[in-house]
C-alpha cells in the first residue's frame, strides 16, 4: 500500500509543472486526496484537497483533480513563483477537513529558479 508522487523538478518562474499522486495497494475513491508542501526550514502546509465523493477541492492558487479510472490525482501548477519551491507531499484522508491521514507519499522536489 502507497502513494506516489511525481512530476517535481526544475522550472523557471511563471512556468508550469503537474505533479501527479498515484496509488498502489488500494483504491483512492473513498479517500479524499490533499497535497501538502514543506520547504526548507518551515513547517509543512497544505496546498489543496479533493474529497472523495462529489470530487469538491479546496480552492487554492493551483488546480486539483482526480481520475479514479487511473487511481490518480494530480496538481496543476502554473505561474509557479520561487517561494514555491518545496518538497510536495500527496496524502490519503478520511475528509479534506480531518486532521488525520491514512497514507501520506514519499514527497517529490519541486524547485522553481531562474
Known amino acids: 500500500v502507497q502513494l506516489v508522487e511525481s512530476g517535481g523538478g526544475l522550472v523557471q518562474p511563471g512556468g508550469s509543472l503537474r505533479l501527479s499522486c498515484a496509488a498502489s495497494?488500494?483504491?483512492?475513491?473513498?479517500?479524499?486526496i490533499g497535497w501538502f508542501r514543506q520547504a526548507p526550514g518551515k513547517e509543512r502546509e497544505g496546498v489543496s484537497c479533493i474529497s472523495s465523493s462529489d470530487g469538491r477541492s479546496v480552492k487554492g492558487r493551483f488546480t486539483i483533480s482526480r481520475d479514479n479510472a487511473k487511481n490518480t490525482v494530480y496538481l496543476q501548477m502554473n505561474s509557479l513563483k520561487p517561494e514555491d519551491t518545496a518538497v510536495y507531499y500527496c496524502a490519503a484522508k478520511p475528509r479534506c477537513m480531518a486532521e488525520i491521514v491514512d497514507y501520506w507519499g514519499q514527497g517529490t522536489q519541486v524547485t522553481v529558479s531562474s
Open positions: 495497494g488500494f483504491t483512492l475513491d473513498y479517500y479524499a
